[in-house]
């Protein structure tokens, strides 16, 4: 796991810039708890190996190798890079009983997960693309808080 993350949520001056930088369907979903479009997410056919983060604030949430093809539209994925960089949330909107996930540092909501995943865990993390920025395996992670990455960190 990358506990050596820093989670404490971004200071108010922090998230206002972060949130200045969003464009309004990344605002919607991710401030307001929207949903994209199924099968137009930029991340759909995305395959190399890397690093997917939060795109609000650059928190590691998904490795590249635990993405999967669901059929469901959106980006899936079998496990997060570490559960705690994710918080999970009954949702109980549209009279479903779902688990919404939103990032842990910052609230961004991500999607739901799932309990119809592949093995070795059975979960699928169903992601909105316009939630998740994507680190090619070669490049730095990104340090938008500037609080500094763990020495050395880069996508995996």
């Known amino acids: 796991p990358m506990t050596q993350f820093d989670l404490p949520p971004p200071t108010d001056d922090q998230r206002q810039a972060l949130e200045a930088d969003l464009t309004p369907a990344e605002a919607q979903v991710l401030l307001n708890h929207g949903t994209e479009a199924p099968h137009c997410g ?18 590691p949430l998904f490795a590249g190798g635990t993405k999967f093809e669901s059929g469901t539209g959106w980006p899936s994925f079998g496990a997060p890079v570490d559960r705690d960089h994710l918080a999970y949330i009954e949702d109980r909107s549209y009279g479903m009983v779902r688990t919404e996930i939103v990032c842990a540092r910052c609230g961004g909501h991500q999607g739901h997960v799932f309990p119809d995943g592949p093995p070795p865990t059975g979960l699928r993390y169903c ?30």
């Open 42 to 59: 930029v991340f759909l056919g995305e395959k190399r190996p890397g690093t997917y983060t939060c795109r609000l604030c650059g928190l």
């Open 127 to 156: 992601i909105n693309s316009v939630s998740l920025a994507f680190t090619p395996a070669d490049e730095p992670l990104p340090d938008k808080l500037g609080r500094g990455a763990p020495e050395g960190e880069r996508a995996s």
